[in-house]
């Protein structure tokens, strides 16, 4: 399975929405619905934003919502903030019982 | 607190293997998968291999699957991942992360610190 494509970069303005797409194939995305999206800091661990597509864990921000359309699957983040600006991967669970993660986006707050 | 704990960074030369440790607290321990993370210098993140400690099931990335292999402890609630037949392409932080009991679904909600292992001659 070939990592999932993401946009490198993706830049708004504080308090605009951004959306970071996330495009696999039937065989991871399309065909199960255990998508997950990961921020990362530099030089920190990923931390989880959402999980099963569209869920999110106990204590991370309703600005962070996530949802699928066949092979695509996708990250909006609305009121942007400062703090938002870090690398975000999505990652799918695949026919091969195993997981893939996203090439990787770049967030840049202007 | 829920937690993760690795062992320290690692230098290994070419061919050689490597043994990274993941001790798990705070939750019961054969309630959660482990998943197994890598991240090269200035890369994405690349998922390496996942295990059941309830079940025992295993599950590697198939580039990698001939060199890695991931056993539990469960005396200790420790998760071992080790890499064999080293190369320089294999340099980059690993980190463990909690994940679903019955597959790697990606549910990773808790991260340990992360292990360095740097592969040179």
């Known amino acids: 399975h070939s990592a999932l494509t993401q946009p490198a970069s993706v830049s708004g303005s504080p308090g605009q929405s951004i959306n970071i797409s996330c495009t696999g194939t039937s065989s991871d995305v399309g065909g199960y619905n255990y998508v997950s999206w990961f921020q990362q800091y530099p030089d920190k661990a990923p931390k989880l934003l959402i999980f099963d597509v569209s869920n999110r864990p106990s204590g991370i921000s309703s600005r962070f919502s996530g949802s699928k359309s066949g092979n695509t699957a996708s990250l909006t983040i609305s009121g942007l903030q400062a703090e938002d600006e870090a690398d975000y991967y999505c990652?799918?669970?695949?026919?091969?019982?195993?997981?893939?993660f996203g090439t990787g986006t770049k967030v840049t707050v202007l | 607190q829920v937690q993760l704990v690795q062992s320290g960074a690692e230098v290994k030369g070419p061919g050689a293997s490597v043994k990274v440790s993941c001790e798990a607290s705070g939750y019961i321990f054969t309630t959660h998968g482990i998943s197994w993370v890598r991240q090269a210098p200035g890369q994405g993140l690349e998922w390496v291999a996942w295990i059941s400690p309830y079940s025992g099931n295993t599950n590697y990335a198939q580039r990698l699957q001939d060199r890695v292999s991931v056993t539990t402890d469960m005396s200790t609630s420790t998760v071992y991942m080790e890499l064999r037949s080293l190369r320089p392409d294999d340099t980059a932080v690993y980190y463990c992360?909690?994940?679903?009991?019955?597959?790697?679904?990606?549910?990773?909600?808790?991260w340990g610190e992360g292990t360095t292992i740097t592969v040179s001659s």
């Open positions: 990652r799918s669970y695949t026919s091969s019982s195993t997981g893939v």
């Open positions: 992360a909690r994940d679903w009991v019955a597959v790697s679904k990606g549910t990773m909600d808790v």
